[in-house]
């Protein structure tokens, strides 16, 4: 019983020495072994390998892959006339070689991305200073991505390489600082009020000038209408008289009684109206005290 015992202690404690210096590198990973504290060897294919177990050999990984960079500093730049702006931007990069990088970076991709991130900042500060905020919303505007991405390799390559290589710098956005961003829209709201006032004025002037036209024309059209109605009144009273005199002209005594029917008609038009005169003397009701009529004329 206690040999079985020796024999599976022993299995086992192999087993667990063997599994200590066996290591898988994804295909997605550097892996670097350390022995007693300094860089042993920098695999690069992924694979199983081997390596002395702890604490003779300890064995790290590193991403290979593309990684983005983000910026988050909010401080704003100034540009060449002096105006503040804020600037978002990114970068791609990656670590091409670990033994460079963990030597004059640090030991993951963190420290990379804080010294990066410190690098790519001051390029862009220093492109931002030479250039207006025109340039920075134009065509130049990659233009300026491409100086700041020299200036990062320039440094990232320089004497002490990183071990790295970056491949894209791009600008998301690019916006004043928000106490000028108020100043613009106050301005720009100014503007667009000027405007609008400018075009109800236009609009105005206009309908004024419309209704005066229009107002004029109903008075022209009026007078015409009121000068042909006079004239066809004229020609209908002078037909009128024509046709009275010519009646009347056969009967004198007709014409006679016939006034005076009129005469009464307009002086009693209403019910209330009342006259106090004696009819027995006054010629204006002598066609109501029987005037004998004229004989009849064939």
């Given amino acids: 019983m206690n040999r079985v015992g020796f024999i599976a202690s022993t299995l086992l404690l192999a087993l667990a020495l063997l599994s200590s210096m066996l290591f898988v590198v994804d295909q997605r990973q550097f892996g670097v072994v ?14 199983l390998n081997f390596k002395l177990p702890p604490p003779f050999q300890n064995v790290r990984y590193i991403d290979k892959r593309l990684l983005t960079l983000d910026s988050t500093d909010t401080e704003s730049m100034l540009t060449a006339e002096k105006q503040r702006v804020v600037i978002d931007w990114y970068v791609r990069w990656r670590i091409s070689d670990p033994l460079e990088y963990i030597r004059n970076v640090g030991l993951d991709e963190n420290a990379g991305a804080i010294q990066l991130n410190r690098v790519v900042r001051n390029a862009f500060q220093e492109e931002v200073n030479r250039r207006t905020v025109k340039d920075l919303l134009s065509g130049k505007r990659e233009e300026l991505m491409a100086e700041v991405k020299r200036e990062v390799l320039d440094t990232v390559r320089g004497s002490k390489p ?10 998301t956005r690019i916006d004043y600082v928000e106490a000028i961003t108020e100043s613009v829209y106050r301005r720009m709201e100014a503007e667009r009020k000027r405007v609008a006032n400018e075009l109800r004025s236009t609009g105005a002037a206009e309908g004024e000038k419309i209704r005066a036209d229009a107002d004029r024309q109903r008075e022209i059209t009026i007078a015409n209408a009121y000068r042909d109605a006079q004239k066809v009144k004229g020609e209908g009273d002078a037909e009128a008289s024509r046709a009275y005199a010519e009646a ?13 029917l009129e005469a009464y008609k307009s002086s009693f038009n209403k019910k209330s109206d009342v006259v106090i005169v004696d009819p027995s003397s006054s010629e204006f009701f002598k066609a109501y005290r029987g005037t004998p009529s004229a004989a009849p004329r064939n």
Wanted: aromatic share 16%; hydrophobic share 40%; proline share 5%.
């Fill in 162 to 171: 990183w071990g790295v290589d970056v491949v894209d710098v791009r600008i």
């Fill in 248 to 260: 009347f002209g056969r009967d004198p005594q007709f014409a006679q009684f016939y006034r005076s």
């Fill in 34 to 47: 350390y022995a007693l504290g300094q860089i042993k060897e920098v695999i690069t294919e992924p694979g």
